[in-house]
């Protein structure tokens, strides 16, 4: 597997990447996936970013960017620090 590949309108993104990412083993990358503590959203580009995708993961309090084309070829890469997300219900 390359680092991202297409899977029909879906992408898959390989845990080493994740790893690398996050600075945290693959065993990690697969703990944090079950529990709910990494997230991922996938945005379609429009206009001027047509056929490109924003892969944006977040996971203690990190994000990471990946900007891929319609082939998975990642473009750009951007790391940066993100609040953590409130698990508490309003009243």
């Not at 990447?17 to 996936?33: H, M, N, P, S, Y």
């Not at 309090?61 to 409130?86: K, Q, W």
């Amino acid at each position: 597997m390359t680092q991202v590949e297409r899977d029909g309108s879906d992408f898959v993104v390989s845990a080493p990447l994740l790893v690398q990412a996050f600075k945290v083993t693959e065993d990690g990358i697969r703990q944090a996936i079950r529990d709910c503590s990494l997230t991922s959203i996938c945005e379609a580009g429009v206009d001027a970013d047509a056929r490109r995708w924003r892969l944006t993961f977040r996971h203690a309090g990190r994000a990471c960017r990946f900007t891929v084309d319609e082939a998975g070829t990642i473009l750009s890469t951007s790391r940066f620090p993100v609040r953590a997300r409130s698990s508490a219900t309003p009243d």
